[in-house]
């Protein structure tokens, strides 16, 4: 089983100079990475913010949940990933999806294909960023890219390039995952662009658990070597686990025993919350958890008995 590892998903802050109290202080807590989302929304550009976030912290690690595929060119990320891997001295998770937030499309005028095309971008994407990190200059025939003499300068700091993060709630992104991420975010359906009922609906312990098994048929031996990771949108520590489950049970229209059995939801006592996330890691994988700024000081309990073992 993989070490306990615990992230915080941050957008911005009233300042630079906040900004970077914060990842000093997510670091002094035990906090392993700071994730920024990539959204044209009310939010610091990732590649700057991560950048200025890894300069001020020594071993706190940075990372994307997740770089949008469609606007984003992979040669260019490539290179600008190669760069923030340098300035972190290997500490980034390149994280990349096909993209899905169906507004972000729209403020930037961009068509929104299918589901299937968008994933076929990003299963191209992929092979050109690893290719780019491994080797000094790059052909690639595609249908969606295609490149000559392509210099993968410069060389990132990690060999081979930075930990490829994949995220995904279908069985293609996830099979894309299972071949080439070294961390995977198991998500829920995103296929609506927006979180909605039908986001909610997929939510339950058992699609999580068809998930998990897709990416052990398609990971093989590679399975043993995958961090599992799961985004937390319901986190609460303190009230007992039943009582929350109760009430939420009311709200979703989840059983109580499928809403604490969730992965998108962590809550109960500190002890209860500690008992949840080791059963978690023993009976799917799961490892590697990220909360939300609102959590940072109240999950620090969590991460002081858990983080690294």
């Given amino acids: 089983m993989h070490p306990f590892r615990f992230g915080i998903q941050l957008q911005k802050a009233p300042s630079l100079r906040q900004w970077r109290d914060q990842a000093r202080r997510l670091e002094d807590l035990g906090y392993s990475t700071l994730?920024?989302?990539?959204?044209?929304?009310?939010?610091?550009?990732?590649?700057?913010?991560?950048t200025a976030a890894a300069e001020a912290t020594s071993s706190l690690r940075v990372g994307s949940l997740v770089f949008d595929n469609d606007y984003r060119h992979p040669l260019v990320?490539?290179?600008?990933?190669?760069?923030?891997?340098?300035?972190?001295?290997?500490r980034l998770e390149a994280g990349i999806g096909a993209g899905w937030l169906r507004s972000d499309y729209d403020e930037a005028g961009l068509g929104y294909d299918e589901p299937a095309v968008r994933v076929a971008r990003l299963e191209e994407a992929v092979k050109v960023m690893t290719a780019l990190w491994?080797?000094?200059?790059?052909?690639?025939?595609?249908?969606?890219?295609?490149?000559?003499?392509a210099h993968g300068l410069p060389r990132p700091h990690t060999?081979?390039?930075?930990?490829?993060?994949?995220?995904?709630?279908?069985?293609?992104?996830?099979?894309?995952?299972?071949?080439?991420?070294?961390?995977?975010g198991i998500n829920p359906s995103l296929r609506a662009g927006s979180i909605n009922a039908e986001t909610i609906a997929s939510a339950t312990p058992s699609q999580y658990a068809e998930r998990i098994g897709w990416v052990r048929e398609h990971a093989g031996e590679r399975f043993a070597d995958i961090e599992l990771q799961s985004l937390v949108f319901l986190a609460q520590i303190g009230r007992p686990q039943a009582e929350v489950a109760e009430e939420?049970?009311?709200?979703?229209?989840?059983?109580?025993?499928?809403?604490?059995?969730?992965?998108?939801?962590?809550?109960?006592?500190?002890?209860?919350?500690v008992e949840t996330l080791e059963r978690r890691r023993e009976e799917f994988g799961y490892s590697y958890w990220v909360f939300h700024e609102p959590?940072?000081?109240?999950?620090?309990?969590?991460?002081?008995?858990?983080?690294?073992?």
């Avoid at 491994?134 to 003499?149: I, M, N, P, Q, T």
């Avoid at 060999?159 to 995977?184: K, M, N, Q, T």
């Fill in 159 to 184: 060999p081979g390039g930075p930990p490829l993060l994949i995220g995904g709630g279908s069985r293609r992104v996830l099979r894309l995952a299972a071949e080439h991420a070294r961390i995977i």
């Fill in 248 to 273: 939420m049970s009311a709200i979703l229209g989840f059983s109580p025993d499928e809403i604490a059995a969730t992965p998108v939801a962590v809550f109960g006592t500190e002890d209860e919350i």
């Fill in 134 to 149: 491994a080797s000094e200059s790059v052909d690639f025939d595609g249908e969606h890219y295609r490149l000559r003499g």
């Fill in 77 to 90: 990320l490539a290179k600008e990933l190669a760069t923030l891997d340098l300035a972190s001295e290997g």
């Fill in 35 to 50: 994730f920024m989302p990539d959204h044209f929304g009310d939010q610091y550009g990732p590649l700057v913010a991560l």
């Fill in 295 to 309: 959590e940072i000081d109240s999950f620090a309990p969590v991460v002081a008995r858990l983080a690294g073992r």
